[in-house]
């Protein structure tokens, strides 16, 4: 398999008709390597538009969410970003390429020594990655300009938005219902606005998931 070319036919089919603009988010997913951050059976699906469970509780966001988020974080060249639950490291790798510097996050200590390989093996020398509680997020390393989850939330990110610098944005995909949405908080003092952005069926990650309701 060429995954040069399957690369390109993953932004140009799966990216760009989405509605991602920003050049410096297409160029950096054509040159990110996917096939090197999923497990080594699914290599062979590492640009397909599916969603890919790379451990019991971790799946890589499918091409269109991820890019779709990304963009809407606008994140700047000078920006500190957090990737919360960063699985096998591919995101981190994508916004190693956009921001000044990136933290991921990871609460699965095998998953975050297996990013942290690739992301040197790539070059991703930006990048540092910390094992801990992923609902905590990193109070230490902060403030970020932006924080990125990848999956989806049933539960309120009030740790992570407290670790939002002023003008910074934070962006995950919110499960109120069957269908998830993809939101966009930005921090202005002490206000947090959202605004919804796309619908997503991104999976939910376990530490995040909400207590269920008993019907009588």
Known sequence: MNH???????VDSQVRPDNVTDARLIAAMAATPRERFVPSDKQALAYSELELKVSDGRCMLSPRDFAKLVDAADIKPDDAVLDVACGLGYSTAVLARLAETV???????????????E??????????????????GSPDQGPFNVIVVEGALETEPSALKSQLADGGRLVYVARRGEVGEAVVVLRTGDHFGERVVFNSSAAVLPEFRGEKEFVF
Do not use: P
Not at 4 to 10: D, F, G, K, N
Not at 104 to 114: K, N
Not at 119 to 136: C, I, K, P, Q, R
């Open 4 to 10: 040069a070319i399957a690369r390109r036919h993953m």
């Open 103 to 117: 933290v991921a996050l990871e609460s699965d200590q095998a998953l975050a020594e297996a990013a942290e390989k």
């Open 119 to 136: 992301l040197s093996e790539v070059g991703a020398d930006n990048t540092v990655v910390l094992t801990g509680d992923v609902v905590a």
